[in-house]
Each structure stands twice: as structure tokens, then as C-alpha cells.
């Protein structure tokens, strides 16, 4: 029982002491790796802009289109009426 318990002790000791080795040599990122890591967010936050702005653009095109389909149906319209006004003039 007694050989147990003080290998229960050893063991518990030596995870500890590994642990901490463990952490204290992976533990924090380089200078290098934040730095690249801080102009990948101002990357990504630049080309969200961007996708942004295009979304934009993309929206105020597809306004101009309507408006111009419109127009464009409204002339076809008036030009059936024309067309139509002049088959009643008498020949």
C-alpha cells in the first residue's frame, strides 16, 4: 500500500513537471507570427471592403438595368401605338 501510494506521488509529480515543460516551450507565438498574422486580418478586412464595395456596384448596375428595360418597354409600347394609330390613317 505504501509502495503504491508513493508511486501514486511520483507519477503525479513528474505529469506535473512534464506539463509544465510541456507548456513553457510551445507556450506564445513569435514576433513573426503575429506580425503576419496581424497583416492577414488587415487583409481579410480590406478585401471584405472590397467585396463590399463590388456588392455595391453590382447593385446600383442592376438598378440601371431595370430603369432601362423599363424605358425600353415603354418605348416598345409607344411604338405599338404609333404603329397601330397609323394603320387606322386612311390611305
Known amino acids: 500500500m505504501n ?5 501514486r506521488t511520483a507519477v503525479f509529480f513528474g505529469s506535473i513537471a512534464l506539463t509544465t515543460a ?8 513569435s514576433d513573426a507570427q503575429i506580425k503576419e498574422l496581424s497583416d492577414l486580418k488587415s487583409l481579410t478586412t480590406s478585401l471584405e471592403a472590397e467585396a463590399n464595395s ?14 432601362t ?9 409607344q411604338k405599338e401605338e ?3 394609330n397609323l394603320q387606322k390613317l386612311p390611305k
Open 3 to 7: 509502495i503504491t501510494k508513493s508511486l
Open 54 to 67: 463590388l456588392k455595391d456596384e453590382r447593385a446600383k448596375l442592376e438598378a440601371q438595368i431595370e430603369e
Open 22 to 29: 510541456f507548456f513553457s516551450g510551445c507556450g506564445g507565438l
Open 82 to 84: 404609333a404603329r397601330a
Open 69 to 77: 428595360n423599363r424605358k425600353l418597354a415603354e418605348c416598345e409600347k
